[in-house]
């Protein structure tokens, strides 16, 4: 090798300086190391060949920036010394391998003077055989062999050789084990035992056959049972003896049934008998086990079959079914020989169901009061079947007991006959029965009451009722109290009578006070005939009759008294109905006048004085405050007014004051009336708004519940005014700037609404605004490794003022918010779709651009013909993190145009502290104009943090950068001072911040 000459360019100086350089081997710089050296020192440096052998000793000089920051020039130069290498040629015969012998030619290089080792090493299923260095065979240990001392060249040899295994297979009588490799292996008859030997690695493949008539019993192998199933075993990449053991027994039969009749009877019958031939190969009819099992034992139990004879290879079997049972039973018969072979037969038996009529228990006679019901007793029916049955009932007096005034009730069920019903089998109901006789009938009926099931089988039980005759009171109804004018009559008054025996009734009117209303003053009115305090008619037992009561009171006369009105039968039982009875004073006739006092608001006020100002009008209130008054149809609240006024063709004049407020006039003219009935008019809404002109717009924000929402009102593209409304009511004052039209925009997070309005016609009441749900698409979910990312894409309208939620799903915990401030952008597009991504990785902790992010990252971008677009995000940090570290820079937040980028360090800028403006409750807030990926992070004082000019970017080390300038002259190995000098000037960067 040649001297050579290396230039490096730098800016240095005096002093001590800190010296950064490295030794590696080949070309790749694999260590760095780092130490305070004077100036005009020397730097010892080592470099190795790819063989970890030293090749050069090189000594650089160099003087660099000191601590002070003071620059001087840069002065290097290298010297080299040549060295003798000697080569060790290696061999290898058979498999296995020579280390660290060059793949491709065999040799080892190595520095004169210097100690070898080699490391021989056999490959699975081989050893190694022999050894010779420079022609003569060695033995060694450990695998190795060291050349010590080396002066000369050398040859080494190894020879490997395949190692051989042992397989052992045997089988009983009954069989063979393929493949067939020795005499009488394969013939079946006699046991048979043999070995053979394979390489090592082999592959083999062996078939245990039994012979006709035989089965396989056992399988061994290398000591292991097998299932005797797997008759095929195989060996592979054999590295072992193994063994391989078969034995087989004589197949078995299993037993013979014959068949068995399937059988049908009716329930409740005596006991069935069944035959059963059974055979078996190799054991005798004696030695069989036969067993029974019902699929319904409720029906046939196991127990009710027995066993009555035995004939021969025939046996005899009863069988019965439980009492009052049907339906079918499968009956499997099992049948077991000495070798426990087993076999089935199945036969079925069908218990045919028999009727029976239901059951219907006694019933006692029954007594009653006339008029009345009698009181419920029961009556108890059963069914021997599940079944529905009908309950009919037939009675000999018809007049007194109708057969639809019985009444049966069971299990919340009411009804007349015919009354059905669903029973359970032997299981007993209790039915309510409810008998009413004819109202004013009396005497005895009796009753026939059947029970009948679906195939007309019944059963029947016969009572009698006494019902005994009473007297009863006649009943009136009650009259209301009634009110009425001065010299009026109170008009007909109906009510009601009746009498449970029928008969001749007396009805009396009497007064109270008879100054006001004499007792002739009562008349009844029965059909076309009126008469005066007394009147008699004829009632039907228990059948209600109308009339009338009117009364007359005296002229100019009021006051109040009680009518009576007394009913007498002929037995003299009496009942009496009162009621009051008013007469009002008559006052002259009035209006009420009915308003509303509205401010700029549109809501009511209250404290302002209402007056009547003409004409003048004695003995009515002309004066009225708004507070809690009633306004037109019984209306109340802040704001309403109402003065009772008398009619009058005149119109009325008023005044409407209250302190700080012009006043306002108005009158009953049709210019200030909104609508008037018979005795009341409603005002126009008044307004008392220190709004000029009342140019104000004011209305309601429907469904802002308690979050308080952000209002915007824009004309001639500026903002006019922003408010924050917690209330549903919001207005706005406009007359500074009165415009044709204005925009409202409503805002609250995840909501949004834009409402035009003219600007013609003031006041603008009763603009409704509905907040409806910024769009945004269902989240898309993916991983990535240990990565997890949501994204969803949102509408925002490029006007302004939306606040966005991010989160994972609808409902869920927000991540952090974005926000589009108003008339901030310039785009062309109606709406805009921005894309927004929550990335969650618990390893964002361990990166320097990600580790104050709370392992979540957030990324945006526009969708749209827009280049950017100007926002205010909000983002997680870990809840340690204040302001004053963005401020003081200890935490940054980094914008990269991908995830990858911001987690290799190729983010495109820092967020200006200016730009940050809050941090609270795990979230900083700052402002944007780009669309990007967002993270927060804290770079280690030992990394590089500016990398702007960077090497080869994606492969360098990493914060490795380059500054300064490099001139190689004469050396063949330009990558390896190129890169040493990169790192150098790197280290330089990193420690003076350069």
Same mark, same amino acid.
């Given at each position: ?361 006694? #019933?006692? !006679? /029954?007594?009653?009061?006339? %008029?009345?019901? $009698?009181?419920?007793?029961?009556? @108890? =029916? +059963?069914?021997? &079947? ?92 009650? #009259?209301? !109290? /009634?009110?009425?004018?001065? %010299?009026?009559? $109170?008009?007909?008054?109906?009510? @009601? =009578? +009746?009498?449970? &025996? ?493």
């Amino acid at each position: 090798m040649r001297a050579r000459e290396v230039i490096l360019s730098y800016f240095t100086d005096s002093g001590d300086a800190l010296v950064n350089y490295f030794t590696g081997s080949g070309d790749a710089l694999v260590n760095y190391f780092s130490r305070y050296y004077k100036s005009g020192d020397t730097i010892p440096i080592f470099f190795r060949n790819k063989y970890g052998v030293p090749r050069i000793i090189q000594y650089l000089y160099i003087q660099f920036r000191d601590r002070a920051g003071n620059i001087a020039n840069t002065v290097a130069e290298t010297i080299y010394r040549e060295q003798i290498v000697y080569s060790i040629r290696t061999k290898k015969f058979g498999k296995g391998s020579i280390e660290p012998s060059d793949p491709l030619t065999g040799e080892i290089l190595v520095y004169e003077g210097s100690h070898q080792t080699v490391r021989i090493t056999a490959n699975e299923g081989y050893d190694i055989y022999q050894v010779t260095v420079d022609g003569s065979a060695i033995d060694i240990e450990d695998q190795s062999y060291t050349f010590e001392n080396v002066q000369t060249d050398h040859d080494l040899e190894v020879r490997f050789r395949s190692m051989q295994h042992t397989i052992e297979f045997s089988s009983s009588e009954g069989g063979w084990i393929s493949p067939c490799i020795f005499t009488n292996q394969c013939n079946g008859n006699d046991s048979f035992l043999g070995q053979i030997s394979v390489n090592s690695g082999s592959d083999l493949r062996f078939t245990i056959v039994p012979t006709h008539g035989y089965e396989v019993s056992s399988i061994i192998v290398d000591g292991e049972v097998k299932p005797s199933s797997q008759t095929v075993q195989e060996f592979q990449q054999i590295d072992s003896d193994h063994s391989l053991y078969a034995s087989f027994t004589k197949s078995k039969t299993i037993p013979v049934i014959s068949n068995i009749p399937d059988m049908t009877f009716d329930e409740n019958s005596s006991e069935q008998t069944f035959d059963i031939e059974v055979i078996d190969a190799e054991s005798s009819s004696s030695e069989l086990i036969i067993e029974f099992h019902s699929d319904n034992e409720s029906l046939i139990p196991t127990e009710n079959i027995v066993l009555k004879n035995i004939q021969g290879n025939v046996r005899t079997y009863s069988l019965k079914s439980l009492a009052s049972q049907f339906g079918v039973a499968v009956i499997t018969v099992k049948v077991t020989d000495t070798d426990q072979m087993t076999a089935l037969k199945t036969f079925n038996v069908m218990v045919n169901n028999v009727y029976y009529p239901p059951f219907i228990g006694s #019933i006692d !006679n /029954q007594t009653v009061n006339q %008029n009345e019901v $009698s009181r419920a007793h029961y009556l @108890t =029916i +059963s069914s021997q &079947d599940t079944a529905i049955l009908t309950i009919f009932v037939e009675t000999n007096n018809t007049i007194l007991l109708p057969v639809d005034n019985i009444y049966f009730t069971h299990n919340g069920q009411t009804g007349n006959s015919p009354f059905t019903l669903s029973v359970i089998e032997d299981q007993k109901n209790s039915i309510e029965i409810t008998l009413e006789p004819v109202k004013g009938q009396s005497g005895s009926a009796g009753v026939t009451i059947t029970v009948e099931n679906e195939q007309s089988l019944s059963s029947s039980q016969y009572f009698q009722l006494e019902v005994i005759m009473l007297d009863h009171p006649p009943k009136l109804s009650l #009259i209301e !109290n /009634q009110s009425i004018d001065e %010299n009026t009559s $109170s008009g007909k008054i109906p009510f @009601t =009578i +009746s009498d449970a &025996d029928g008969g001749q009734i007396t009805l009396t009117g009497q007064s109270s006070n008879i100054n006001l209303v004499p007792n002739n003053s009562i008349t009844f009115h029965n059909g076309m005939q009126a008469v005066p305090s007394v009147i008699s008619l004829a009632l039907n037992p228990e059948i209600p009759q109308t009339l009338f009561i009117q009364v007359h009171p005296e002229s100019d006369q009021w006051g109040a008294c009680n009518i009576e009105i007394k009913a007498t039968d002929n037995t003299n039982l009496t009942d009496i109905s009162r009621f009051a009875m008013s007469i009002k004073e008559y006052i002259p006739k009035v209006t009420t006048y009915y308003g509303f006092v509205y401010n700029e608001y549109f809501m009511g006020v209250n404290d302002v004085q209402i007056s009547l100002v003409q004409p003048e009008i004695q003995g009515y209130s002309t004066v009225v405050m708004t507070h809690l008054g009633t306004g037109s149809n019984g209306k109340t609240g802040d704001g309403y007014f109402a003065l009772n006024l008398p009619v009058s063709e005149d119109i009325y004049y008023f005044n409407a004051s209250k302190t700080g407020y012009d006043s306002i006039t108005f009158n009953t003219g049709p210019e200030y009336i909104d609508s008037t009935t018979e005795t009341s008019v409603l005002f126009n809404p008044l307004y008392l708004s220190n709004c000029a002109n009342n140019q104000f717009i004011s209305g309601i924000i429907e469904n802002s519940g308690f979050q308080a929402v952000d209002l915007y009102l824009i004309g001639n593209e500026t903002i006019i005014e922003t408010q924050q409304v917690l209330s549903n009511d919001f207005s706005f004052c406009v007359s500074n700037a009165v415009l044709e039209s204005y925009t409202i925009i409503a805002s609250i997070p995840d909501y949004y609404t834009m409402v035009g309005i003219s600007g013609n016609t003031f006041p603008a009441k009763n603009v409704k605004i509905k907040l409806t749900p910024v769009v945004k698409t269902d989240p898309i979910s993916i991983t990535d490794k240990t990565t997890e990312i949501i994204k969803r894409t949102i509408t925002v309208n490029p006007v302004g003022g939306q606040t966005i939620i991010l989160n994972k799903t609808t409902g869920s915990i927000d991540i952090g918010t974005i926000e589009i401030p108003v008339l901030k952008n310039e785009c062309i597009d109606n709406n805009l779709l921005l894309e927004y991504q929550i990335i969650t990785d618990s390893k964002f902790n361990d990166n320097n651009y990600t580790n104050g992010s709370d392992e979540t990252i957030i990324a945006t971008g526009l969708k749209s013909q827009c280049d950017h677009i100007e926002m205010e995000v909000e983002i997680p940090i870990e809840s340690s993190i204040r302001l004053n570290d963005f401020q003081t820079g200890q935490y940054n937040i980094y914008v990269a145009g991908s995830r990858a980028d911001l987690l290799k360090g190729k983010y495109i800028y820092t967020v200006d502290t200016s730009d940050i403006n809050s941090v609270a409750g795990g979230k900083v807030r700052f402002r944007i104009d780009d669309s990007g990926v967002f993270g927060v992070g804290k770079i280690s004082e030992e990394e590089c943090v500016d990398c702007e000019v960077c090497v080869d970017c994606d492969n360098k080390p990493d914060t490795l950068c380059f500054i300064g300038t490099i001139e190689n002259r004469n050396f063949i190995f330009e990558g390896i001072f190129i890169f040493l000098s990169v790192i150098i000037l790197w280290a330089m960067k990193r420690n003076y911040g350069m």
